[in-house]
């Protein structure tokens, strides 16, 4: 894998380029991959349209994360269990050897009791509205070891205020891996950092809007471009979101 920017290099030191930065605030961002016309799955899950560099950056990005944020939805289709430690732990510097802590964002929670995550060995946490507080009562007794609910926002989920919740339980560094619909909510939110976006030179057809779902309540976000790396036509980009006016969960400055 080599670097072609911000400077050419044929050797790429990963951990350094995914490391997060030290923040009191913490660091939040999206990893995703898709096709050049924005397919992220095919056949309902993301391995096909990944490739071999793609999935190396994941590894890296999770080894550095204390959270893992998926959606509801991603965390069925894709099989979600109990996270692994980090695969390579001894090529990724300053990475941890425990596994991330897995949250599930759910605005609803049909299907997790009968999902295989009802079956991880390790606790999740499932963060919804105080709207769902009796369904969290009855599906916990679904779950093999009992999860822990965080309940953000009274009616609607108020993503900053996860945010903020998550930070006060130590977790500082964490990756939002889908599905889309969930990373455009986060988008509009204003909680990510940064994102982290593989294209694979593949086409599949396109069901869900590309990484971001399709529509988000925004405007145009002012992103900086951060790094590309490049293997065997997979291009792997990092691009940092410009603060905007507001605090944490606050609308960020649109153009």
């Given at each position: 894998?080599?670097?072609?920017?911000?400077?050419?290099?044929?050797t790429?030191?990963?951990?350094?380029?995914?490391?997060?930065?030290?923040?009191s605030?913490?660091?939040?961002?999206?990893?995703?991959?898709?096709?050049?016309n924005?397919?992220?799955?095919?056949?309902g899950?993301?391995?096909?349209?990944?490739?071999?560099?793609?999935?190396?950056?994941?590894?890296?990005?999770?080894?550095?994360?204390?959270?893992?944020?998926?959606?509801?939805?991603?965390?069925?289709?894709?099989?979600?269990?109990s996270?692994?430690?980090?695969?390579?732990?001894e090529?990724?510097?300053?990475?941890?050897?425990?596994?991330?802590?897995?949250?599930?964002?759910a605005?609803?929670?049909?299907?997790?009791?009968?999902?295989p995550i009802?079956?991880?060995?390790e606790?999740?946490?499932i963060?919804?509205?105080?709207?769902?507080k009796a369904?969290?009562?009855?599906?916990?007794?679904s779950?093999?070891?009992e999860?822990?609910?965080?309940?953000?926002?009274?009616?609607?989920?108020?993503f900053?205020?996860?945010?903020?919740?998550?930070l006060?339980?130590?977790?500082?560094?964490?990756?939002?891996?889908?599905g889309?619909?969930?990373?455009?909510?986060?988008?509009?939110e204003?909680?990510?950092?940064?994102i982290?976006?593989?294209?694979?030179?593949?086409?599949a057809?396109?069901?869900?809007?590309?990484?971001?779902?399709?529509?988000?309540d925004?405007?145009?976000?002012?992103?900086?471009?951060?790094s590309?790396?490049?293997?065997?036509?997979?291009?792997?980009?990092?691009?940092?979101?410009?603060p905007?006016?507001?605090?944490?969960?606050g609308?960020?400055?649109?153009l």
């Amino acid at each position: 894998m080599r670097q072609i920017f911000p400077h050419c290099s044929e050797t790429t030191d990963l951990a350094a380029i995914y490391r997060p930065p030290a923040s009191s605030r913490g660091f939040w961002r999206t990893n995703m991959v898709a096709t050049v016309n924005g397919a992220v799955e095919f056949g309902g899950v993301s391995r096909p349209v990944s490739s071999g560099a793609d999935r190396l950056a994941f590894h890296v990005i999770r080894a550095f994360a204390d959270a893992v944020v998926i959606g509801r939805g991603n965390a069925i289709a894709e099989g979600y269990t109990s996270l692994p430690a980090p695969n390579a732990p001894e090529v990724i510097p300053g990475a941890s050897m425990a596994p991330p802590k897995l949250v599930v964002v759910a605005r609803s929670l049909d299907g997790l009791g009968n999902a295989p995550i009802a079956r991880s060995e390790e606790q999740v946490v499932i963060a919804t509205s105080g709207a769902r507080k009796a369904e969290a009562e009855r599906l916990a007794s679904s779950f093999s070891v009992e999860p822990s609910f965080l309940f953000v926002g009274e009616r609607e989920m108020d993503f900053g205020l996860l945010r903020a919740k998550l930070l006060d339980l130590g977790y500082r560094s964490v990756v939002c891996e889908g599905g889309p619909t969930l990373l455009g909510l986060l988008l509009a939110e204003g909680v990510i950092d940064e994102i982290c976006l593989t294209t694979t030179p593949l086409a599949a057809p396109s069901h869900h809007g590309g990484p971001f779902g399709p529509g988000g309540d925004y405007g145009l976000i002012r992103l900086e471009l951060a790094s590309v790396l490049e293997e065997d036509g997979t291009l792997l980009y990092r691009y940092a979101l410009m603060p905007g006016d507001d605090q944490v969960g606050g609308s960020r400055r649109v153009l």
